[in-house]
């Protein structure tokens, strides 16, 4: 007779001894070559390793809370290390809206190798049904090398210059009519890679060239965003809004320049200000002594932008995912009103987003996580098919837009989204 019980997940964290050798200094080469799960930045995250114990796929991110309770149901945690990553997580990257090809996805790995300032440590996961390998639990994976360098091919996509300079204006025109105060457009690139093409090398290319962003493979999105959509931390809540946009100048003075002229734009600032109140007004009936200081200019290599940090106390049961779903998708990927916006984005864009400004992230067993934007990324394979059969090159689309209200220029907006191609452009040369 078989049980209708569902087996459930034991993961078990122990940490690796700092004087120990093997102790990871790049943690890509631990991660499938194929498939890289991966959360970084500045050296720190953690990497999912050996496939995946559980995955489930849903429609959108108002599934995901209810998807990672009925996994973590029962599930038995032993994390004497308790930092971030640490014990039961799942990796996750989320469709921009619902009626997208792309599914939703959490996935739980095998195995987990991660680090936190001077720390490490491996995570081990199992089903309940599973045999218990008690030798382990403290043993670090074996190291893969990466693969040769390789090449990609991207060009125009569905939606090119003058395409999308048309649907900025038409855009501008649902603005001056009252349907929407600010709408957030997209163009894409598509292309391919080498069959069998080693995904770590673009993963750690844009987590070398963009130390301060957070690089995100999972599920074959693989990117460098700048803007995280929440953090919660022991019952800390956080988020970085961005919004606002100018590109690099090309010596010191042409540079200060440029920040001095985002700083002082109306159009950008206006544009800002959407962006933090939509935060603001989905976190505060969560959270007390929620704070979102003065904007500031953010520099990364290749553009400046306003942004602004928001924090506060979490003040009832909300996890990471609950706060995700809720904000989903801010003023900064989709404009004002949201359902308004959505509605405009589907009649203006020719093509399926999938996971481009969806959020990407991981979770942990106690509701902790960070999740950030996908943005400056690309998506690898296709719906039904990540990884392609051997000897079929994998088919790429990368996705950039801007965020449209009454003073945009359509040209302006274009070149912004050429110069928010630039990370996953170069990273894939």
Known sequence: MTSSVRPHLIATTREIDPSNAAEPA????????????????????????????????????????????????????????GLPGTGLVAFGAFAFDVPSAWPSTLIVPRAVVGRHGSRAWVTRVRRSDEPDAADEPASLPEPLPYGPYWPATVGPGVQGPEGYQESVRAGLEAIAAGRVSKVVLARDLVGSVPAGADLRRLARALDTEYPDTWMYAVDGLIGASPETLVTVDSGTVTARVLAGTAARGADPD????????????????????????????????????LTAPAMFTLQLPNVWHLATDIAGDLSDTASALDLVAALHPTAAVAGTPTDAARALIRELEPFDRGRYAGPVGWVDAAGNGEWAIALRGAQFGTPGEVVPAPGTPIPVVAHAGAGIVAASDPEAEMLETRVKFRPIVDALA
Do not use: M, N, Y
């Open 26 to 81: 790049d943690l890509l080469p631990f991660t499938d070559p194929d498939q890289p799960l991966a959360w970084l930045r500045r050296g720190d995250g953690i990497v999912g390793v050996g496939g995946a114990v559980e995955r489930v796929t849903f429609p959108g991110a108002t599934d995901a809370a209810d998807a990672w309770r009925c996994l973590t149901d029962g599930a038995v945690v032993d994390d004497p290390v």
């Open 254 to 289: 042409e540079d200060a320049a440029a920040e001095a002229a985002l700083a002082a734009s109306r159009k950008d600032t206006e544009e800002h200000v959407f962006a933090v109140r939509s935060v603001v007004d989905v976190l505060r009936p969560h959270t007390t002594g």
